[in-house]
């Protein structure tokens, strides 16, 4: 049922897509595609949200996070929170702070572990799926098996696996375990796309010419494999952002307890999720959206740039 319906939305697309794409380049007949997507839409119109969200929201956000503002309604011993009340629409947390501005300052954080862990695996893996995919040989083999025995790890597993090794955890140790994760994908990716260009018609007249090595790889290899690793960096913010929110729920993310942000609010409402659900139902949700969000632009990202799934 599931093919079936989306054969049923691809035709349905293509026979919305004009035959004036033919000339357009590889971006430009994506977009063309992209525009008549309802999925590709919906993906932004999240993805726009929550950037709006982390960049202005903080600003709004009527509450110092870190300051336990409404500590006089709240007792641990009777189990008692601040309920939601004129300026706190959602309430306070266990430790009286205001949950709707830890929220909003939350945003940004989410967004900057997966912005910047999502770069710096991508960096690392192009430097890795260059070096393999330009030279090959015997300097291949070596980075290709250290990258599959990275990826015989689940991720998260490796991810906790390099977070327990910083003495002092931090968000910053979040961003550089899930961004380690996240290298061995963009190397393999990459890689794969460049021995596919190495056999290419103009890769092997650019060798006839007596073209110099560096001079094919970064003119003419690297710049024709990128466009599925842009698609894949696009999914991988959404991976990113559920590792780093595992991390901070199990504790290895940043302990200032003044600092908000969307996994470590998961791990804080563990202890009493039974008598107030809701300390742990916005986060939860908030993540679940954003990462819906950047999964639906990925793929349809990935569907209007495969040539396999054009006709």
Known sequence: MVTTYRRAREQRIDSLVTS?????????????????SPLFWVGAVIVGLFLLLAIFG???????????????QTSRARNQIAPPQEGFPLGG?????????????????????????????LIGGLILGITAG??????????????????????LLLAISIAVLFANPSLTSVIIA???????VFARLLRGQMLAQRES???????????????????HMVPNSLSPVIVQ?????????????????LGLGSQD????????????AQNVIDSHPGLAFWPAIAIIVVCLGFTLLGESLREAIDPKSRR
């Open 20 to 36: 004036d794409d033919k000339g357009l380049s590889l971006w430009g007949s994506a977009w063309q595609r992209l525009r008549v």
């Open 58 to 72: 903080p600003l709004f956000a009527p509450h110092d996070p870190g300051a336990q503002v409404l500590i006089g």
């Open 93 to 121: 947390d266990t430790l009286g702070r205001d949950l709707f501005s830890r929220m909003l300052v939350g945003s940004r954080q989410t967004l900057l572990v997966g912005v910047l862990a999502t770069t710096i695996g």
């Open 134 to 155: 330009a030279f090959g040989g015997w300097v291949d083999t070596v980075i290709m098996r250290i990258v599959d025995v990275m990826l015989s790890i689940p991720s």
């Open 178 to 184: 899930v961004a380690v994760v996240q290298i061995p």
């Open 201 to 219: 018609d103009h890769v092997l007249a650019a060798r006839a010419l007596g073209v110099k090595r560096g001079s094919i790889v970064f003119r």
């Open 233 to 249: 960096a696009t999914l991988v913010i959404a991976t990113s952002i559920i590792d780093a929110a595992a991390l901070s729920f």
């Open 257 to 268: 307890v003044s600092e908000s942000e969307w996994g470590q609010m998961l791990g804080e």
